[in-house]
């Protein structure tokens, strides 16, 4: 079979079992903060587990996209070197969320995997949890009693193992349970192993011949902050087997990277580079499978919005895109860009799972094509911070590099460890391997941490908790005030007023999509508590409330909340307005314009659209005529609830990297309709004034324009007018003479630059004649220091003309730029040959003149900041030039 037609089996297989068949959710979480990419199946319905959120079905399949780099499974380091490990992998997944438990997914995994994929009985291996102390739980003897009485697995072929093999859990802290493994012995026949050994210690132990095909876990614990173990609400079951592994099982391939899962891949790239994969050298056929490996990943992230930078997630995929290019460069010989090539074959190839990949091709390939040429030029500086880390070891006389330092050469510029110690024995050196370690640790700590994914609230504190009763769509007062009960109170760390509140019901709109989370007030009917509201969260659905406490809550108690009306109204004025730009985006500059992200907040909008090129001012304008043409136009806005599938096929606008429910908010306004479940004006002419007030480039292929409407457009615009007023007034003209009247003053300092160069040259003329007549030979060799009328670009100008004329010299020369003193020290030929540096003079010249300078011996330059310095500085070059460069 084809690798899409099992695929297809294993999804109609569940669907047939009364399954609902959901699409993949993107491959970076959108309301986890605990995680950077979504790493296993289960990530999307981590609300329902949790029991904070819910679906409209209880039994649920799907192929899940995932990449695990970092964190609890990181495979980054075996990946490409065996056969078997990925960044980037689909997992298949069949879900029961308070449904069937252990006996029935027990079942029909044997079923699937023996009765319909025909796979060999005798080389199946079924592990199961042997209990844990520490965390007081039983060996699982449930699901090894079914086991061996549903189905007929041989009975030696079920194993116990502890909570490291058979306890799965998603993260430090979430929910997890015990879980029973099936694996396969693809070595010889499983009663009779070639090896002679016991096939039971192969289980289990981390080798190709014996490999995991499916996890069943039975999730029925949540693992808490303090490491303890609490009972969800509900029993459920979370299935994930590898579609990599089960393809090259039924393909009878050794290798995943054998199957037709990647071979289209490594056809791209063989026509790439002019090589096939296999050729018979191992390097290159481990470049292959990590380029191969990585472009997956990376095509995968880009289509769904997420972007390449220095923090989080970003920083990850900058990584993986660099180990890519530089296996490509080592291994494979590509000195320029290739990467973006390879993008089409990864689109057909997992286009058919995952769509949004081919239409998004030409963004992803101008992300890569960028990245792989700014890493080109990244990669030449750090082979300069090689040598010079090299250097210095060598010259204080020690043996290895130190590990800190050396991780960064990986950190910053994407070189392994076996090419840090491979360059580091070229030159006699070792490496400090428990250095590289400890900074490898805190390196993966941070990235886990930064930035936006510290987490602010861990949704097991709101465990159990029903949905909030949201009313903030409502029409008046009723969606800005309401009355209510507190369920639960969250205080946080003393003094940082980062404390939290669930309501029964709230007026507050949680942070999503954009849109920044409502303020407010929540106070309590008989005043003993107060909650002033700066921020609103959602975890699954259940809105949590966030800001500083006052008084004494008590859950259950009567709360009055409200929301701040003035805030709300300008968020609902900037959100609606991202809509309308988002559509005159389209309309202005075409329908390749997707957007890439968005800040609506009370101060201002911000919307980030791909796009190749810098958009030019009269495009802009246009833009923002579009925008205010609809403003004016006041179409009203309305709300509709549909099915998904339905609204996308009357071509209503969804968002790349966006996980909708299966029903629905459509909003219209105009011409303009969106999926979205934000807050918004009634009327387009509610936003006011629209205005644009920058527009640049945050990443190749994607720019950032930034806008403001209503009161605060006004404002900006009366700003600019005030200035154009007061730079009118300097220049003695109207504000329609500004532009003619600049351009006559910018001739003016062009033509008196012109006469200054002239001046200066003959300046520099005149001061060469003095050092002529100035220094001296003394010993063979010229020397001499003066004082000259010079700035700084007039004395290097006169340093080229010295050091070509005088080819044996010590000689200082000294300027004058206002209160300071530019200043050159020039160390050549027999000088240098005496033991002199211009370096040693520049540590003189900065203790008499202060400010700063260096340079190399035969050269260094500065700038002081005493003129009172000049004369000592003089006195210490004295008759003897040695006193002064040598110290």
């Known amino acids: 079979m084809k690798a899409s037609e099992i695929r297809r089996q294993f999804l109609d297989y569940f669907v047939e079992r009364a399954h609902r068949e959901v699409p993949s959710a993107p491959v970076f979480p959108q309301d986890d903060p605990t995680l950077l990419f979504t790493n296993a199946g289960m990530n999307q319905f981590k609300d329902v587990f949790l029991g904070t959120g819910s679906r409209d079905y209880t039994r649920a399949v799907d192929t899940q996209k995932c990449i695990r780099v970092s964190g609890k499974h990181n495979d980054l380091e075996e990946v490409g070197v065996d056969t078997y490990h990925h960044t980037f992998f689909e997992m298949l997944g069949n879900w029961s969320f308070g449904d069937y438990f252990k006996e029935e997914v027990i079942v029909w995994a044997w079923e699937l995997l023996t009765e319909v994929w025909k796979l060999p009985k005798n080389r199946l291996w079924v592990t199961v949890f042997g209990g844990d102390a520490k965390d007081g739980l039983p060996a699982d003897e449930e699901a090894e009693r079914i086991w061996r009485e549903k189905t007929d697995v041989l009975p030696d072929h079920v194993l116990r193992f502890d909570r490291r093999d058979n306890f799965w859990e998603m993260g430090e802290t979430g929910p997890c349970g015990p879980c029973s493994e099936i694996h396969i012995d693809r070595g010889g026949a499983a009663s009779n192993p070639a090896d002679g050994a016991d096939p039971k210690l192969g289980v289990n132990a981390g080798n190709e011949r014996f490999i995991e095909l499916w996890n069943l876990v039975f999730m029925e614990f949540n693992r808490l902050d303090d490491g303890s173990l609490v009972a969800l609400p509900d029993k459920h079951v979370d299935t994930g087997m590898g579609f990599e592994r089960i393809v090259s099982v039924l393909q009878k391939k050794s290798s995943n990277y054998e199957t037709d899962v990647f071979t289209p891949i490594f056809e791209a790239i063989a026509a790439a580079v002019g090589r096939p994969y296999g050729g018979g050298d191992s390097e290159a056929d481990i470049a292959f499978r990590v380029i191969a490996d990585h472009m997956r990943a990376l095509s995968s992230a880009f289509a769904d919005g997420a972007l390449p930078s220095n923090v989080g997630r970003g920083y990850v995929l900058r990584r993986l895109l660099r180990r890519a290019s530089r296996y490509g460069r080592q291994a494979l010989g590509q000195e320029e860009p290739f990467l973006a090539r390879i993008v089409p074959a990864v689109g057909a190839a997992l286009g058919e799972a995952f769509p949004e990949i081919p239409r998004r091709l030409e963004h992803i390939q101008v992300l890569i094509q960028a990245e792989e040429e700014a890493f080109g030029k990244t990669l030449g500086r750090g082979l300069l911070r090689f040598s010079e880390l090299a250097e210095r070891v060598g010259a204080a006389q020690e043996t290895r590099l130190p590990g800190d330092e050396a991780y960064e050469l990986y950190a910053t510029y994407g070189f392994p460890q076996d090419l840090v110690e491979l360059m580091a024995r070229e030159r006699g050196l070792g490496l400090d391997l428990d250095g590289w370690e400890k900074a490898r640790a805190e390196h993966r700590a941070a990235s886990r941490s930064e930035g936006q994914f510290k987490q602010l609230l861990s949704a097991e504190k709101v465990t159990g908790l029903a949905a909030t009763r949201s009313t903030y769509y409502e029409d008046g007062d009723a969606g800005r005030v309401q009355e209510t009960k507190l369920l639960r109170f969250l205080a946080g760390p003393e003094g940082e007023g980062r404390d939290a509140v669930v309501l029964e019901a709230s007026p507050f709109y949680a942070e999503g999509g954009g849109q920044v989370g409502d303020a407010g007030v929540i106070e309590a009917q008989d005043g003993t508590f107060r909650l002033r509201v700066d921020d609103t969260q959602r975890m699954g659905e259940v809105i949590v409330h966030v800001g500083a406490a006052e008084g004494t809550p008590q859950e259950g108690q009567s709360v009055r909340a409200e929301v701040d009306a003035e805030r709300r109204a300008s968020i609902r004025r900037n959100h609606t307005a991202t809509h309308l730009l988002h559509k005159a985006l389209r309309l202005v500059l075409g329908e390749h314009v997707t957007q890439q992200g968005s800040y609506v907040g009370p101060d201002r909008l911000r919307f980030d659209l791909s796009h190749p090129k810098a958009i030019d001012p009269e495009h802009v304008e246009q833009i923002e ?206 000088a240098q040959e005496r033991g002199w540096s211009a370096r040693a003079a520049a540590a003189t010249l900065r203790t008499h003149l202060g400010g700063g300078g260096g340079g190399k011996p035969d050269f260094a330059q500065g700038q002081g900041q005493k003129v009172s310095g000049v004369r000592a500085v003089l006195a210490a070059f004295g008759p003897e030039p040695s006193g002064l460069f040598q110290g």
């Open 625 to 830: 005529r579009e925008v205010n043409a609809r403003v004016v136009a006041n179409a009203a806005l309305a709300t509709t609830v549909e099915e998904l599938e339905d609204a996308k096929a009357r071509g209503v606008m969804a968002l790349f990297g966006e996980k909708y429910d299966e029903r629905v908010r459509v909003v219209s306004v105009g011409d303009s309709v969106e999926l979205c479940g934000g807050t918004h004006v009634s009327a387009a002419g509610d936003i006011g004034s629209f205005v644009i007030v920058s527009e640049g480039a945050i990443q190749a292929g994607v720019r950032r324009i930034e806008a403001l409407t209503g009161e605060a457009a006004v404002q900006h615009l009366q700003h600019e007018r005030r200035l154009l007023r007061e730079t009118a007034r300097r220049l003695k003209s109207s504000t329609e003479e500004i532009p003619a009247r600049v351009e006559q003053l910018m001739k003016q300092v062009k033509d008196a630059k012109k006469k200054a160069a002239a001046s200066a040259k003959a300046d520099v003329g005149t001061a060469f004649d003095a050092v002529k007549e100035g220094v001296h030979e003394q010993d063979g060799v010229s020397v001499g220091a003066l004082a000259l009328e010079l700035g700084q670009d007039g004395l290097r100008e006169l340093s080229t003309r010295v050091k070509g004329a005088f080819p044996d010299a010590a000689i200082l020369l000294l300027g004058r730029e206002g209160e300071r003193v530019p200043w050159v020290a020039i160390c050549q030929g027999s």
